[in-house]
Structure formats: structure tokens, C-alpha cells
């Protein structure tokens, strides 16, 4: 079943003329709007009337998520403060957050793009779906909660955590449909395997994936654990939420909402436009969003697009499942975490080298991180007992920091690796690629 | 508190290195001691799962700390005090009273064999050495002068 059929089949040209209009009108509303944009444009010699084509975005300068701290809080708005209704932010893991804000028209907008992303997974109003995604400034409960609202299935915000109970309210309630992220669903299979849950008997029909990388080998584990296909789910706080791209019943792509989002790919080294098929870059632009318009946002997540016609139907580019980062950014227990974070963690304690080495690993489905340090000279203490504790303090610091625990490793001075140019930081061991 | 002036010189100098929990770290440190013609009269390791400590007690302390930092090795300086016992049951024991009865809290301690008298000297790690050493005085107990320790 398709959600929208006119949007969602719509033709090539038929959908390029009315990207084109939106663009233009978007571009013209930041202009007037937005003085970031304003500035931004008059400093580059851009008008909104310089975009006569759809190919003119490529005049248009980037976003950057950095871009979008400067304005921190609200100086991306278009519209008066008292038109926004809700208000999101990124994790804020690397200083301010990002804040997004939703007017009522807005928030329609994202329940449409996930009522079509739900649908696309055989989502109905027949279903019960547990929404594991946490509800909060983090976009991912609310999100998912919209949509579902919107295509009239029977909603259990349980958010994340209390695993035990999650296995009990799925049976208890019969949930068709769950929604998490693929390291907390492998969790939660080992759990509903130890209270006696059965794949054969479950009345589940379908999986939402969000938040986190993964591979085609956790899908297929995940679907055999608990008996249904599992479909992915893209979507970022700065752009609206989950619901950017979702994954149809084929199960090889997101389906980019292309009438809301124009993507594009570029080249993260010369930051040109690639050709469809090319893997590189993907960057959003807001084509219908009222209360923050974003253009050009580089997502800083590897991908590429597909335009070819699917067999489910749908005529919206597809993009590949994201394949790695172009920055240094790791998604951990799925928080974001920039090792310069650590770094600065590091640097605010006495004696410590800035010299470390992050390791992530994923023992029984769940994330760890450890974090190898130096050990110096000022540090070092004859006592095991302090040892003990300046580890614990280094954790808790790093933990401030980062927002979820690690464990600390303290090694012997100057063996760390140290290489020419950028030093080997981060080892993942999680074969997320 | 009067402070003995001779008890400055019952502090022994020990070292103390830090060792990665690693295949071939302790051998790698006492390797280079070996080089540099260093020999140990006394050795205890304390160890967690990632990393250990390892106490050594040399005739040229200074000599040993120099040699190891230029392998890269992190090595602290500390005083310890070492104590004769008597061969007999009882002999720690009745060390270990004096310093409960005093309220001093060990750090640490270890053991090792004096060979030429054929005694066991045991050596402790506290916050205040002069008030430990003051006590052992007090207790009747037998100092080992360092030049002893370093000369075993």
C-alpha cells in the first residue's frame, strides 16, 4: 500500500517542476527571513531569483552542523517564536546543540513523511507498535509517535530501557511492530529469548530501524530473532527527524521523501555534485519546512543515489543504507561521540597526555567504548588504590563529556601508536561497514 | 613530636614502575635493569586486571630510576622502611601489633630473606615514615639501615 500515492509515484518531471517551485520559495523565505541566510546570500551575490533551475541549488552555499550552533538558539527560525510549537535538539555532544523547531504545519509535515515510511513497511491502522525510541528533545520517539498517530495504528510510547517489561507489554499487548535501534534490538532479542519468546508464534510484522549504522548481517539477525523484516529508517534532528528516508518492502534503499527533501551527493573532498550511483557526501535540503528551512546541510553521512523505478511502486530516489561518515564521528550505544570530545575530556585533567586511543566494541549485541590512556609521570601514583581512583576520575570526566560510560585502560607512556600525520584514534571493532 | 636525627637515614629508597598489563612488560623492565648491571635485592608486584606495579629495592637507585624513564618507563621514588624479624612464630605478628596499637595504617609490605643472617627483613609502606619509624623504635624492633638493605 502506498501512503500518498500522488506524491510518492509521481513522475520524474512532474516531481522536478514542483521541487523546482519549493525551492524557490524556500530559498526566498530564507532570504527575507532568516539573517543568517540573508547575510549569507548577499555575501556570495546570490538572489532567490538566481535559482531558475534545479541545477542553480549548486549556487547555493552549504550548511554546516557548526554553521548551525553559531545561530544557537533560535537563529534559524523563519518565523516569530510564537508560531514554533515544539522544540528538538541534537544530542549536543560536541558543545551547544543544535535546536530544531516545528510549527503545527511543520509537524504535519514530519507525521505525513513518517505515515508513508510506515506504510512503505506494511504499517496500518490495524497495528500496535511499541515505539522504543526515546520521547524527549531527542527527535527519535516523537517522530516515529506522529507518524504512527497519523496512519491511525495503536501507539506504546514506552521509550527505551526497562527491557524485561518491553518483552512482557509485547507479549501481553501483542505488538505487530517494534521500533528500535539495531544494537538495542539485539539486546532486547537476547532478553525476550531468556522469557521464553518464540519468532515461530510472534505476532510481529515488521521492525523500524533508526539511529545507528549497521550491516546486512545484524538485519538478517535481528529479523530471524524476532520473525519479521526489519526496514530502515533515516532521518536527522537538523533536517526534521526520523523520516527523511525510509526502506520499502524490497528491502535495497530509502526512499528519499524527495518532494520535502531534495538530496544531493558530493564529493567530501572537493565538495563537487556526483552523478547518481556515486557513492559520497549526502546533502538535505528543506523543501517544505516553515519554521526552520534548511539549505544544502551537509549530513556528513556517506551514501548514494538511486534513481530508478522500484518494483514496490514508488518513484522517490532511493538512497544505499549509510556506509560510514565523512567526519570522525562514532555512533556509541547510539549517541553521537567525536574523539576531540575525548580529547578535551583528557586535557581538563592534570597530568594526563593527550595521547589515547578509543576502542569500540560490541560484546553481547551491546556497545562498549574503552578509552586508552597514557599514564605519566604525574599521574602515576605508588598505590594501587589511587591508580583506581584517578581511573574513575578520568571516566567520570569523559562521561560529563560524552554523556554515556567508559572504561578506561591506563597503558605505559609513548605506547600509543603515533603516526605521521593524523594519529590512529579510534578502533571499531564492530564491522559496521 | 621530637623527630631522632639518626632515623632520617633508616629510609631506604624504593622504586616503583609502572607496568601495562602486557605480554613481556615485566621482562622488558627487569631486562634493562639487567643491561645496566643492576642487580635486585628485592622485588613485590601488585596488580590489577589492566595494570601492575612493580616495587624493586636496588643498590643505586637513582642509577635504576634513570636507566628505566630512558626506556620509557614510569618509575616514582619512594622511602620504605625494613625491618628485621626474628625466625620464629610470632615475628610478624608481633611487628604488625606495634603498628595497630599506634593507629598506623600500612600502605603496603613485603618480605624477602636476609641470606647472610639467615632472617627475614619485611619492608613497610606508610604515609608518615618518621612516626613509623618512632614506633618501631619505641617497640623494640630491629631498623635495617639502608646501606644493609642495598648490600644483601
Known amino acids: ?433 | 613530636m621530637e623527630i631522632r636525627l639518626g632515623d632520617k637515614k633508616m629510609k631506604i629508597k624504593q622504586l616503583s614502575i609502572f607496568l601495562e598489563n602486557k605480554k613481556g612488560r615485566l621482562w622488558t623492565a627487569l631486562n634493562t635493569l639487567a643491561d645496566g648491571g643492576i642487580n635486585i635485592r628485592a622485588l613485590s608486584i601488585a596488580d590489577t586486571s589492566d595494570f601492575g606495579i612493580l616495587r624493586l629495592i636496588v643498590p643505586e637507585p637513582e642509577k635504576a630510576k634513570k636507566l628505566l624513564e630512558e626506556n620509557n618507563f614510569i618509575v616514582k621514588m619512594k622511602e620504605v622502611v625494613a625491618v628485621e624479624l626474628s625466625d620464629q612464630p610470632g615475628g610478624l605478628a608481633s611487628v604488625l601489633k606495634m603498628l595497630n596499637d599506634s593507629d598506623i595504617n600500612l600502605e603496603y609490605l613485603y618480605a624477602f630473606v636476609h641470606e647472610k643472617k639467615d632472617k627475614a627483613i619485611l619492608l613497610l609502606s606508610t604515609d608518615d615514615l618518621d612516626v613509623l619509624i618512632e614506633v618501631l623504635n619505641d617497640g623494640g624492633a630491629t631498623l635495617v639501615p639502608p646501606e644493609e638493605v642495598y648490600d644483601l
Open chain 1, 1 to 433: 500500500m502506498v501512503w500518498n500515492e500522488k506524491a510518492e509515484c509521481m513522475s520524474r518531471d512532474d516531481l522536478n517542476e514542483l521541487q523546482l517551485k519549493k525551492l524557490q520559495d524556500v530559498v526566498k523565505k530564507a532570504y527575507e527571513n532568516v539573517p543568517y541566510y540573508n547575510k549569507k546570500f548577499q555575501n556570495m551575490g546570490i538572489f532567490p531569483e538566481d535559482i531558475q533551475s534545479l541545477e542553480d541549488i549548486q549556487k547555493l552555499p552549504f550548511t554546516t552542523k557548526d554553521d548551525l550552533r553559531q545561530v544557537y538558539p533560535f537563529g534559524m527560525f523563519a518565523v516569530p517564536k510564537k508560531d514554533i510549537i515544539e522544540v528538538h535538539t541534537s544530542s549536543g555532544t560536541t558543545g551547544k546543540p543544535v535546536v530544531s523547531g516545528y510549527t503545527r504545519e511543520d509537524l504535519d509535515l514530519w507525521a505525513e513523511v513518517m505515515a508513508r515510511g510506515l506504510t512503505m513497511m506494511g504499517v496500518d491502522d490495524e497495528d500496535i507498535i511499541q515505539n522504543t525510541h526515546g520521547y524527549g528533545l531527542f527527535t527519535g520517539g516523537f517522530g516515529v509517535h506522529y507518524g504512527a498517530q497519523k496512519i491511525g495504528s495503536t501507539v506504546i510510547p514506552i521509550s527505551t530501557g526497562q527491557t524485561r517489561r518491553q518483552i512482557e507489554i509485547m507479549t501481553d499487548f501483542g505488538t505487530t511492530v517494534m521500533i528500535f535501534t539495531p544494537s538495542y534490538g539485539l539486546y532486547l532479542s537476547e532478553v525476550a529469548e531468556e522469557e521464553g519468546f518464540d519468532p515461530e508464534n510472534s505476532q510481529l510484522k515488521a521492525i523500524g530501524f533508526g539511529a545507528e549504522m549497521w550491516t546486512n548481517e545484524m538485519r538478517k539477525e535481528i529479523e530471524k530473532r524476532f520473525g519479521a523484516p526489519a526496514f530502515n529508517i533515516y532521518g536527522l534532528t537538523e533536517i526534521m527527524g526520523p523520516g527523511v528516508a525510509i526502506e520499502c518492502k524490497e528491502q535495497n534503499g530509502l526512499h528519499v521523501f524527495e518532494d520535502h527533501f531534495y538530496p544531493e551527493i558530493i564529493d567530501t573532498n572537493t565538495s563537487q555534485n556526483l552523478d547518481a550511483g556515486n557513492a559520497g557526501e549526502l546533502v538535505l535540503t528543506n523543501l517544505s519546512r516553515i519554521g526552520m528551512p534548511i539549505i544544502r546541510f551537509i549530513t556528513k553521512d556517506i551514501t548514494s543515489l538511486r534513481y530508478e523505478k522500484c518494483d514496490c511502486g514508488r518513484s522517490l530516489v532511493k538512497m544505499d543504507r549509510i556506509t560510514g561518515r565523512s567526519d570522525d564521528m562514532l555512533k556509541v550505544k547510539g549517541v553521537a561521540v567525536f574523539p576531540s570530545q575525548i580529547e578535551k575530556a583528557l586535557l581538563k585533567i592534570d597530568g594526563i597526555e593527550p595521547h589515547y586511543q578509543i576502542i569500540v566494541t560490541r560484546p553481547h549485541n551491546l556497545d562498549e567504548m574503552e578509552v586508552k590512556v597514557e599514564t605519566s609521570e604525574s599521574l602515576f601514583s605508588d598505590e594501587i588504590k589511587e591508580m583506581v581512583a584517578i581511573r574513575k576520575k578520568i571516566a567520570n570526566f569523559i562521561e560529563n563529556e560524552i554523556g554515556i560510560r567508559v572504561n578506561i585502560t591506563l597503558v605505559e607512556p609513548k605506547s600509543l601508536p603515533r603516526s605521521e600525520g593524523k594519529a590512529v584514534r579510534v578502533i571499531d571493532k564492530r564491522n559496521m561497514y
